[in-house]
């Protein structure tokens, strides 16, 4: 038998493994290969945060996480208390009234009004006529740009503000009213 055509020992088969071969094409490229998919998949969670308006909250929390940023910073703004994220979640699937909207008084006192048409729903429940009047003037505001995927849920909210007879005062029911028109 010829040497070339002797078998090789394991050995010498990973040790040319190891070393690998500089001019073989059937090798697979170097470094780990990325799914398409996923990348799609990143991109329109992204396009999805900007139309929505997230993107502040999503910048600020990778801030926290950031490298660069000092321990001290993250601490700071944790010890104030739950974070937006936590905070419209509580506004979101708060099973009391008062619970959810003590929630959405502390991200508005924090944030400012949110773009989350869920939130801004829940946050119509709210006693003050003030709040009320600044909830429907935002969502009116946000219908210009976008749709809500529950309309018929805040049109329902808004109805009520509309034919609640007790202590509204008339300029919410003429907010409400518009709003309405909006819808």
Do not use: C
């Not at 002797?6 to 690998?20: A, F, L, T, V, Y």
């Not at 997230?54 to 974070?83: C, F, H, W, Y």
């Amino acid at each position: 038998m010829s040497d070339e055509k002797r078998k090789r020992s394991w050995r010498e088969i990973d040790r040319k493994r190891d070393r690998g071969s500089a001019g073989s094409s059937n090798d697979a490229p170097a470094g780990p290969r990325r799914d398409g998919r996923s990348s799609q998949r990143y991109k329109a969670m992204l396009e999805k945060a900007f139309d929505r308006g997230d993107m502040g909250a999503i910048v600020e929390r990778l801030d926290q996480s950031s490298p660069t940023s000092t321990p001290g910073q993250a601490s700071k703004k944790n010890a104030k208390g739950p974070g937006p994220q936590k905070l419209l979640h509580q506004v979101k699937n708060a099973s009391e009234r008062t619970t959810a909207l003590d929630a959405f008084d502390q991200y508005v006192e924090r944030y400012g009004m949110p773009n989350d048409y869920d939130v801004l729903t829940r946050a119509l429940e709210h006693p003050k006529q003030q709040v009320l009047l600044a909830v429907m003037e935002h969502i009116i505001h946000l219908l210009e740009e976008s749709r809500p995927r529950r309309t018929k849920t805040l049109a329902a909210r808004v109805r009520l503000i509309m034919e609640d007879d007790f202590e509204m005062d008339e300029d919410v029911r003429q907010k409400a009213a518009e709003l309405a028109q909006h819808l």
